[in-house]
């Protein structure tokens, strides 16, 4: 068992920087790939970035590309996703996931793939 938990939303105006923190215990966290999602008020939840267990590679949602980065800190059982450049069209709940990996640089970007959730924390653009 994973147990996830989410930190750092708020409400940041148009052209603004987030971090978001997600905070594992339990297991090895090195052992598991993560990701986030976020969903929208009457839409489904989307990928947004992920990133392998060794933290040596990731993907990124085209929404996401140039704006936001994943990283891991593996040695504090925490992942990060900066936010720079956010738009009100990011306004939503964030979720990091994670799910146990046996790849070094397998990422997975499915909201089906992983089966463990955090609580979600949320993040209000601004215009």
């Known amino acids: 068992q994973v147990q996830l938990v989410e930190s750092g939303g708020g409400l940041v105006q148009a052209g603004g920087s987030l971090r978001l923190s997600c905070a594992a215990s339990?297991?090895?966290?090195?052992?598991?790939?993560m990701g986030w999602f976020r969903q929208a008020p009457g839409k489904e939840r989307e990928f947004v970035t992920a990133?392998?267990?060794?933290?040596?590679?990731?993907s990124y949602a085209d929404s996401a590309k140039g704006r936001f980065t994943i990283s891991r800190d593996n040695a504090k059982n925490t992942g990060y996703l900066q936010m720079n450049s956010l738009e009100p069209e990011d306004t939503a709940v964030y979720y990091c996931?994670?799910?146990?990996?046996?790849?070094?640089?397998?990422?997975?970007?499915?909201?089906?793939?992983?089966?463990?959730w955090g609580q979600g924390t949320q993040v209000t653009v601004s215009s």
């Open positions: 990133i392998s267990k060794s933290g040596g590679s990731t």
């Open positions: 996931a994670a799910v146990r990996s046996y790849y070094d640089n397998s990422y997975y970007i499915a909201h089906s793939d992983y089966n463990y």
């Open positions: 339990g297991r090895s966290f090195s052992n598991y790939a």
